[in-house]
């Protein structure tokens, strides 16, 4: 899958994306295995450790270092009696957590985190999470008023970190398994369409298919974990500049296509296929 360098300046193309960093699956294990031998469920006596420690797993140095506040104070309207009430955690604009016990339906509790929501104005949070300590139950509100966007487990966490993405260094955007089969139909598109402008721009043909058809495989790659969870998606989300675009994408397809696999960097651990 090597490309040469012709077929290189294909992967000049603009992604408008911010520099992000991939979780650690690593990382996320330890955090899981930590909650499983310390954490009881107690809402209150345990919710601010165990949202320090997922930070932390997350590539974060604690839930307040990164701006949050524990015990958000949020002003009540008229018609609910008024007085205050006091959100878990707010990260603006990013996120707001609501921590449950153990065991706790958190369905229950949508009606809660949404009006905490509509209230945390200016810098509203763009996402929404119900935590019982077991499972994550993730919202975004901008785009789905009454069903959450993924639900993930926390025993699926190291492997299933995309739907909270946003809280690793950058916050990345999620990516929600919900949505899977939108997003294939859109890349599906995406590809074509990029086809057609490559060779509307005068690349050869058979080059223009060549990328087509490298990108396609490491898509593919990834789901069926050829590659590592959300490992091109990041790479996308990454690509701000046509520079940075031509480094990420051709140093994928040269990772590819290197035996034995890079021992460092951000590529290390990428299989040759």
């Known amino acids: 899958m090597k490309l040469n360098a012709d077929e290189h300046r294909l992967t000049l193309i603009n992604f408008p994306r911010k520099l992000t960093v991939m979780p650690d699956g690593t990382k996320l294990a330890e955090f899981v295995a930590w909650c499983q031998k310390h954490i009881t469920g107690d809402e209150k006596g345990q919710d601010k450790i165990f949202l320090d420690r997922l930070f932390q797993a997350f590539g974060q140095p604690g839930c307040l270092d990164v701006g949050g506040t524990a015990e958000f104070r949020i002003r009540k309207s008229d018609q609910d009696g008024g007085g205050t009430a006091f959100a878990d955690y707010v990260w603006k604009p990013v996120v707001l957590i609501e921590m449950k016990k153990r065991g706790t339906d958190l369905q229950k509790h949508y009606r ?11 810098n509203r949070p763009r996402y929404v999470v119900l935590c019982n300590f077991d499972e994550f139950r993730v919202y975004d509100f901008d785009t789905d008023l009454d069903t959450p966007k993924d639900t993930v487990a926390l025993k699926d966490l190291p492997e299933r970190w995309g739907p909270l993405a946003f809280l690793a260094p950058g916050s990345p955007k999620p990516t929600f398994d919900n949505d899977r089969e939108v997003v294939t139909r859109q890349a599906a598109d995406c590809l074509a369409d990029c086809f057609r402008k490559l060779v509307k721009r005068g690349v050869p043909q058979p080059m223009a298919q060549r990328f087509i058809l490298q990108m396609l495989v490491a898509l593919f790659a990834e789901d069926i974990d050829l590659l590592p969870k959300y490992f091109v998606t990041q790479i996308l989300e990454d690509c701000s500049t ?32």
């Open 242 to 273: 046509p520079a940075s675009t031509y480094d990420l994408i051709g140093d994928l397809f040269e990772a590819m296509n290197t035996n034995p696999p890079k021992a460092g960097g951000r590529f290390k651990g990428v299989n040759y296929f």
């Open 112 to 122: 809660q985190a949404f009006d905490y929501w509509t209230r945390l104005v200016p």
